[in-house]
Structure formats: structure tokens, C-alpha cells
Nanobody, 123 residues
């Protein structure tokens, strides 16, 4: 059974930093591209970042470029998202997801999802 579990969310002031983690079990982690998505109240879920299975290629939404960094440790089956210079508009539930093979901008291609971790940025 595949399990995807996010952690590291919390309340932080604008300008602060958080590091999210996502641990996946029950799958061959290095067969999957891994992505971070977020969903704010009343808004659609949007892609934040993705990293290929090898970690050689990364992708970011324009809104987080230069502030967020995605990384992975395949030996630990763990995905990370370092979030710096946080803004109130970054407030959302953050989800980790696994896509077999390659990064995709479509949520539909992500097969496994976690339950999310809440990030709240106060102004």
C-alpha cells in the first residue's frame, strides 16, 4: 500500500522560512517524479514545483521562482520544499504527489497524493 505523508507546515511571519518534507512508502520512489501542489481556500489546486526522479531537473511556478527550492533524497524516499521569503499569498494547504516517470503540469498525471500540510503566512 502506497503512503505519502507531508510534514513541516506551520504558522510563520512574512519573510520567514519553512521546510516541508514528504515521505513516500510502498512504491519505487526513484521511478517517480515528485511534485508539490498547493490549494488556498476558494481556489483551485495549483502546481508549485516538480523534480524528476534523478533530481537533475526541477520546475517552478513563476510565483515561487527564486524563493522556493525543491529537492529529494532517494535513499530516504523523501521529498523536500525549502520555502524562503514567504508571503501571505503563499498561505495554503501544501500537497505532495508522485507522477510515474516525468514531471507534468497536469494534476491528473499524479498518481499518489498525500493528505497535505497547512502553511499559514501572517502579514
Amino acid at each position: 500500500q502506497v503512503q505519502v505523508v507531508e510534514s513541516g507546515g506551520g504558522l510563520v511571519q512574512a519573510g520567514g522560512s519553512l521546510r516541508l518534507s514528504c515521505t513516500a512508502s510502498g512504491l519505487s520512489f526513484d521511478d517517480y517524479a515528485m511534485g508539490w501542489f498547493r490549494q488556498a481556500p476558494g481556489k483551485e489546486r495549483e502546481g508549485v514545483s516538480c523534480i524528476t526522479w534523478s533530481g537533475r531537473s526541477t520546475y517552478y511556478a513563476d510565483s515561487v521562482k527564486g524563493r522556493f527550492t525543491i529537492s529529494r533524497d532517494n535513499a530516504k524516499n523523501t521529498l523536500y520544499l525549502q520555502m524562503n521569503s514567504l508571503k501571505p499569498e503563499d498561505t495554503a494547504m501544501y500537497y505532495c504527489a508522485a507522477a510515474y516517470g516525468y514531471c507534468s503540469g497536469s494534476r491528473l498525471l499524479y498518481r499518489y497524493w498525500g493528505q497535505g500540510t497547512q502553511v499559514t503566512v501572517s502579514s
